[in-house]
């Protein structure tokens, strides 16, 4: 019998240490290094995964890149076009995705309706958050059609792979991944060598026969994956369910992917009967008004390859407490202390006195910089109180030196606009070259500084 071994793991990212160390040599960060039993039992390479027949026979020889085929991988086309837009098109065979979110804010419920909607595939579900009986309450609840959807309470991971060979699923789902268990591991679930070991298991499983599955991760206070960093860097894809508690919508992101581009976005609205998918979300991220108030700028911003309109709030008041105070929600602090710098220097206002305001509509996140443009003329509409005409979007990003500059893929940014109905558009002079301004109806204004927008929206 060996003897017992330990090893020291930083909860934060996952780095591992013979010692505990006060500040983690990886992530920076403090206190985070907890003791961790990390003895295997034996050390067979294959653990808990072994498929009888598949291509895991299949022995590895290089080959010349020439030889080697490609084929479009079959990807299976979910009903819910918002998953399939931040897969990339898609569920990939073998592939793994994480799902991230704060507990509560609905990824269960999504998993478990993504179940049920795939009609024509065994699902399994495999949950060691709830009983059967909650899930099927859950399950009434949701409007998705039933399909072969089987529901499995368990958190070792050796009898869900032996459960696996049973059903023979053609989607795996665990909900969650921080309450597996591995034999193999002796520390607690949850912890950060259990959570990287039911990972790698699973991964195998997935690899080898071609099953799908998905992982639903849960995240700490500081926005990180509860656990490891590592978790992120194992998987194929990595979708983060965000949005407020208190609010209705729901934002599916990708934040890395293997099979597709990142930064795509899937937005859900949550009712009583499950998510709704909505496939036009500036309709709902800007506010309706009929009257136009200072403070409110439209930017044209682009999520993944999706156009979206996003309404940005902003509120100048003279400061009353010495420090003037800069809230921002949604958006970058950094890059608003900046913009505010810009606007002081190079445009003359007085913002160093004020107390400053930002806030991004819907709750959403926003790191677009042609947002920069609509925050600048936000900030200045209300600082000077006066409206901007509803009907006007903004899609341009702001220099050090005031001017504004050219954004990527500014055509789709203006036909957004335009097909929502808004009648003006100011973008950056230099994004002017090669595009064709016959084929819109919008009017754009073309600018190269902040002071020419201002001057012709302000007077
Ligand atoms: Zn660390």
């Given at each position: 019998?060996a ?10 990212c996952?780095?591992?240490s013979?010692?505990?160390?006060g500040?983690?040599?990886a ?5 985070t290094?907890?003791e961790e ?6 050390v067979?390479p ?5 498929v009888g ?6 022995s590895n020889?290089?080959?010349p ?6 084929q ?7 009903q ?5 837009r ?10 793994m ?7 509560g804010?609905g ?7 993504i ?16 009983s059967?009986q909650?899930i099927k309450?859950?399950a009434e609840r949701?409007?998705?059609q ?7 309470t ?5 009898n ?7 059903v ?5 789902i ?11 591991i002796?520390?607690?679930?949850g912890?950060?060598?259990q959570?990287?070991?039911c990972t790698a298991?699973l991964?195998?499983?997935a690899k080898?026969s071609g099953?799908?599955?998905f ?11 509860a ?12 979708l983060?369910f965000e949005?407020d508690?208190?609010?209705t919508?729901?934002?599916l ?5 293997r099979?597709?581009?990142?930064s ?5 609205e949550?009712?009583?009967?499950g998510?709704r998918?909505?496939?036009?979300p500036?309709e709902?991220l800007i506010?309706q008004?009929?009257?136009?108030f200072?403070g409110?700028a439209?930017g044209?911003t ?9 309404e940005v709030?902003?509120?100048v008041t003279?400061?009353?407490y010495g420090?003037?105070q ?11 202390n900046?913009?505010?710098?810009v ?12 107390d400053?305001?930002?806030n991004?509509a819907?709750?959403l996140?926003?790191?677009d ?5 609509a ?7 209300s600082?000077e109180?006066?409206a901007?005409?509803s009907?006007?979007a903004?899609?341009?990003e702001?220099?050090l030196g005031g001017e504004v500059?050219a954004?990527?893929r500014?055509?789709n940014?203006i036909?957004e606009?335009?097909k929502?109905?808004f009648?003006?558009?100011?973008i ?9 301004f016959s084929?819109f109806?919008?009017n754009?204004h073309?600018f190269?500084?902040?002071e ?8």
């Amino acid at each position: 019998m060996a003897k017992i071994k330990t090893s020291y793991f930083c909860q934060s990212c996952g780095a591992q240490s013979a010692k505990w160390i006060g500040k983690c040599p990886a992530c920076g960060e403090w206190n985070t290094y907890v003791e961790e039993v990390v003895q295997r039992e034996e050390v067979t390479p294959t653990t808990a995964w072994k498929v009888g027949s598949s291509t895991a026979q299949v022995s590895n020889k290089p080959k010349p890149i020439a030889d080697i085929s490609f084929q479009e991988q079959q990807r299976v086309v979910t009903q819910d076009q918002e998953l399939n837009r931040v897969l990339g098109g898609g569920i990939v065979p073998g592939s793994m995705v994480l799902i991230g979110g704060e507990p509560g804010i609905g990824k269960s419920t999504l998993m478990l309706q993504i179940a049920l909607s795939l009609r024509g595939m065994k699902v399994l579900y495999v949950s060691g958050e709830e009983s059967e009986q909650q899930i099927k309450m859950r399950a009434e609840r949701l409007t998705a059609q039933t399909s072969d959807c089987f529901i499995l309470t368990e958190t070792g991971t050796q009898n869900i792979f032996k459960q696996i060979e049973m059903v023979r699923p053609q989607v795996l789902i665990i909900d969650s991944i921080q309450t597996l268990h591995s034999s193999f591991i002796e520390s607690g679930a949850g912890s950060v060598s259990q959570v990287r070991e039911c990972t790698a298991e699973l991964l195998k499983f997935a690899k080898e026969s071609g099953t799908p599955v998905f992982l639903i991760g849960h995240i700490t206070k500081e926005g990180n994956l509860a656990g490891p960093k590592i978790l992120e860097h194992m998987v194929d894809t990595v979708l983060q369910f965000e949005g407020d508690r208190h609010m209705t919508y729901r934002i599916l992101r990708t934040t890395k992917n293997r099979f597709g581009s990142t930064s795509e976005l899937g937005i859900y609205e949550m009712l009583g009967t499950g998510l709704r998918e909505v496939s036009n979300p500036s309709e709902i991220l800007i506010s309706q008004r009929e009257d136009a108030f200072s403070g409110i700028a439209i930017g044209a911003t682009l999520e993944g390859n999706r156009p979206l309109l996003i309404e940005v709030q902003s509120l100048v008041t003279p400061a009353t407490y010495g420090t003037p105070q800069r809230t921002s929600t949604g958006y970058d602090a950094k890059r608003l202390n900046m913009l505010l710098a810009v606007l002081e220097k190079r445009g003359g206002y007085r913002l160093g006195a004020q107390d400053v305001f930002l806030n991004i509509a819907g709750g959403l996140k926003v790191e677009d910089p042609a947002l920069d443009l609509a925050v600048c003329a936000s900030i200045l509409s209300s600082f000077e109180d006066m409206a901007i005409p509803s009907t006007a979007a903004f899609a341009a990003e702001v220099g050090l030196g005031g001017e504004v500059r050219a954004v990527n893929r500014v055509e789709n940014r203006i036909s957004e606009a335009e097909k929502l109905g808004f009648t003006d558009i100011y973008i950056s002079k230099y994004n002017k070259k090669g595009l064709d301004f016959s084929k819109f109806s919008i009017n754009i204004h073309a600018f190269g500084r902040l002071e020419e927008v201002f001057s012709n929206l302000f007077g």
